[in-house]
C-alpha cells in the first residue's frame, strides 16, 4: 500500500535550517510528483512547492522562494524539503503529499512533522 | 496567491444535507477544473474527498458530492454522518505550477 512517512518534530532557534523528510513507499518513486504543505497551530492550509522527479526540477510558491529548498535521493525513495531562516511563525505541520501526475491533487499525504520555531 | 474563500463553519443534524462552498477567481476555481477537497479530522492529515470538481476517489462515500458554477465550487454532504464531523478544505490548481488552498470549514454535526 501506499505510505508517505515523515521524519519526527523538529525544535529549531530562530536563524536556524530544517530539513523534513518523507520517504515514499508502495508504488514506482520516479513516476509520481510529492508537494508540500503546512498548516500553522489552528489555521489552514498552505501550499508549499512540489518536486518533479522525471524532469529533475522543483517548483516553490512565491512565498517560499529563495527559503525553501526541495531534494530528493531516489535510491531510498525520499523527498527532502530544507526551510531557512526560520522565524517564529514557521511553526507549523509540515506535510508531504503525493499527486499523479497532471491530476492536480494529493491522494496520499504523509503523517506530519511539526516544526516549532522558538 | 489568496487563500479561497470558505465559511468557517457550517453545521447539521445527523441525516440532513449541508453545503460548503469555496470561492475564489477567474485566475483559479474559475478557470481550471482542478478543484479538489479534503476532509482534516483533528490531528490527523487530510484526506482526498473529491478531486477534479465531481469525482470521488475510489472508497470514499457516495455521500460527498462536488459541483462548481463560476468562480465558486461546492461540496455536499448528504445524510449527514457523526463521522463526518472535521474540518474540510478545498483546493485549486492556479497556474504556473501553483496552487491554492480554500481557508477552511469546521463541520458540526448536531
Known amino acids: 500500500q501506499v505510505q508517505l512517512v515523515q521524519s519526527g518534530a523538529e525544535v529549531k532557534k530562530p536563524g536556524a535550517s530544517v530539513k523534513v523528510s518523507c520517504q515514499a513507499s508502495?508504488?514506482?518513486?520516479?513516476?509520481?510528483?510529492v508537494h508540500w504543505v503546512r498548516q500553522a497551530p489552528g489555521q489552514g492550509l498552505e501550499y508549499m512547492g512540489v518536486m518533479y522527479p522525471s524532469a529533475g526540477t522543483t517548483f516553490c510558491a512565491q512565498k517560499f522562494q529563495g527559503r525553501v529548498t526541495i531534494t530528493w535521493d531516489t535510491s531510498t525513495s525520499t523527498v527532502y524539503m530544507e526551510l531557512s531562516s526560520l522565524r517564529s511563525d514557521d511553526t507549523a505541520v509540515y506535510f508531504c503529499a503525493r499527486e499523479e501526475p497532471r491530476t492536480c491533487n494529493f491522494d496520499y499525504w504523509g503523517q506530519g512533522t511539526l516544526l516549532t520555531v522558538s | 496567491q489568496s487563500a479561497l474563500t470558505q465559511p468557517a463553519s457550517v453545521s447539521g443534524s445527523p441525516g440532513q444535507s449541508i453545503t460548503i462552498s469555496c470561492t475564489g477567481t477567474s485566475s483559479d476555481v474559475g478557470f481550471y477544473n482542478y478543484v479538489s477537497w479534503y476532509q482534516q479530522h483533528p490531528g490527523k492529515a487530510p484526506k482526498l474527498m473529491i478531486y477534479?470538481?465531481?469525482d470521488r476517489p475510489s472508497g470514499v462515500s457516495s455521500r460527498f458530492s462536488g459541483s462548481k458554477s463560476g468562480n465558486t465550487a461546492s461540496l455536499t454532504i448528504s445524510g449527514l454522518q457523526p463521522e463526518d464531523e472535521a474540518d474540510y478544505y478545498c483546493?485549486?490548481?492556479?497556474?504556473?505550477?501553483?496552487?491554492?488552498f480554500g481557508t477552511g470549514t469546521k463541520v458540526t454535526v448536531l
Open positions: 477534479d470538481v465531481t
Open positions: 483546493s485549486s490548481y492556479a497556474t504556473n505550477n501553483d496552487y491554492v
Open positions: 508502495g508504488y514506482t518513486f520516479s513516476n509520481y510528483y
